[in-house]
């Protein structure tokens, strides 16, 4: 009777075991869910593989680069590096100042401006700036950025832009005032524009 | 009992099993394809030991169809404080990886801080930590 039991025992058991297995089979999710995924670190940088200088600025008296590169899986990664001359390539991932990888599948982006914005500290104290994105579409031959002392047009290179914004005395914020981007065509026609303001409102966790 | 029926009856009951855990898990992976979205993934933050410097690293990937998103990302001490100096940026389709700069992160644990905005719904991920740096 005892050695029956015990049997049914280690089959009930089995059973529980086999249908937690094929029941996270049947849901992907929770791996990443609990983090069982994560590996750790992932740089979204175009590390050594071949890059392009898309543009240049000058940003409160330093060269502020953006190069763009595609690497071997196929991510196409813009990294931006600051204290650089325009005609240094990069060479070690602490270079790198900010940056992202588009991952393939690699898709059109459905509005016609969208940007990143990156604070460091200014050595006067608070922030500077730096504002990059990209365009839609190679129609796109111009992006101005308009600020509340005037407008002016950013560098724009295969569809990359770069530019920077007035200092501010904490990060994550933009200056007092209204910031936007309008992109235009070779005709001047307008095709888009992004209000930075909104942009920041939007992302921020405390939204 | 036969042998026959004993092993349909454990077949069915291992069957039933995995529908039951299989339908507890899954609501949410179902619903995230009939209303397309994105998730945000914060990785643990890349540490450069012989600088000491950090930049918090994650991931936001999306389903087809998905509404643009926007993100800020921070690079945070063990008590949540942000090191250094966020990201922030959108709106985008598709799916991304995505950075802060390289910070002093000196005797620090850190992790990654990721929010994302996608369709106008908030969601955010936390990494792991990394200590030593």
Not at chain 1, 69 to 82: E, L, P, Q, S, T
Not at chain 2, 56 to 74: N, Q, R
């Amino acid at each position: 009777m005892l050695k029956m039991t015990k049997r049914r025992l280690v089959g009930l058991v089995g059973m529980i075991g086999c249908s937690v297995v094929i029941g996270v089979a049947f849901a992907p999710n929770i791996g990443s869910a609990v983090g069982l995924l994560r590996t750790g670190n992932a740089p979204s940088s175009i590390g050594a593989n071949p890059t392009v200088q898309v543009a240049s600025v000058t940003a409160s008296g330093s060269p502020l680069v953006l190069w763009m590169g595609v690497r071997a899986d196929g991510a196409r990664c813009v990294d931006i590096r600051k204290g650089l001359a325009a005609n240094v390539a990069p060479s070690i991932a602490t270079d790198v100042d900010g940056g992202w990888c588009e991952l393939p599948p690699i898709t059109r982006q459905a509005t016609a401006l969208s940007a990143n914005l990156y604070w460091s500290p200014a050595s006067a104290g608070g922030y500077h700036i730096v504002l990059a994105g990209q365009t839609s579409s190679p129609a796109i031959t111009s992006v101005r950025l308009s600020t509340p002392t005037g407008t002016e047009d950013v560098p724009l290179g295969n569809g990359y832009f770069l530019g920077a914004l007035p200092d501010v005395t904490s990060s994550g914020q933009l200056p007092p005032g209204d910031y936007s981007l309008t992109a235009r065509d070779a005709s001047g026609g307008v095709v888009g524009s992004l209000d930075l303001n909104k942009l920041v409102a939007q992302a921020s966790p405390s939204n | 009992m036969s042998k026959l029926a004993h092993l349909a009856l454990r077949a069915a009951l291992v069957g039933a099993g995995a529908l039951i855990v299989g339908g507890v898990m899954a609501p949410e992976h179902a619903q995230s394809r009939l209303l397309a979205t994105c998730t945000p993934t914060a990785y643990s933050p890349a540490v450069d030991y012989g600088s000491r410097l950090g930049q918090a690293v994650g991931e936001t990937t999306c389903d087809a169809g998905a509404p643009s998103w926007s993100y800020s990302i921070y690079l945070r001490n063990h008590a949540g404080s942000t090191l250094g100096n966020p990201a922030t940026g959108g709106p985008f389709t598709g799916n991304r990886l995505l950075s802060t700069d390289w910070t002093s992160c000196a005797g620090a644990i850190v992790h990654t801080f990721l929010y994302i905005n996608v369709g106008g719904a908030g969601k955010s991920d936390t990494s792991g930590e990394v200590s030593g740096c």
